[in-house]
């Protein structure tokens, strides 16, 4: 079953311990090749050599930290679409201190059942729209 996921182009989520059940680690499985082996990501940092924090493994045996007893499973997790979109996107605003620039309207358009409130949109350059009473 895992492999079907991959194939769609779905991660899934693995618990992982040791046989003695005491500890273990949730990682992502994102990959599998023809060598029955899937790509695991533990999502450790920089301690870890990418040998292991990211690499192949035959599951459950061959895992690098003695965890090898999957005891749960998560499948077909699926990207949840943006509540808004906004057009254009990405929208690029200049603006010089001191002088006024033309003023641009950006379109917000709510994807979600119900109504969605929207106090100021800030852009990382420094600068934030604000909505206006209209």
């Known amino acids: 079953m895992r492999q079907e996921n991959i194939i769609n182009r779905l991660p899934a989520f693995l618990s992982i311990g040791p ?8 990682i992502v499985c994102d990959g ?3 060598n029955g082996e899937y790509h695991l990501n533990f ?3 920089s301690p870890y050599p990418d040998e292991i924090t990211e690499a192949w ?7 690098p930290t003695g ?3 999957i005891s749960e499973v998560i499948l077909n997790v699926r990207p949840v679409p943006p509540g808004i979109d906004v057009d ?3 929208s690029i605003f200049y603006s ?7 003023p641009t309207t950006v379109f917000i358009k709510n994807n979600v059942a119900g109504s969605i409130s929207i106090n100021s949109i800030f852009s990382p ?10």
């Open 19 to 26: 046989p003695d059940g005491y500890g273990g680690h949730a």
């Open 32 to 34: 599998y090749n023809t």
């Open 43 to 45: 999502g450790w940092g």
């Open 57 to 63: 493994y035959r599951l459950p045996t061959g895992m």
């Open 67 to 69: 965890d090898d007893i």
């Open 88 to 90: 254009p996107a990405p």
């Open 96 to 102: 010089v201190p001191g002088q006024e620039t033309d």
């Open 125 to 134: 350059e420094g600068f934030v729209i604000s909505q206006t009473d209209e």
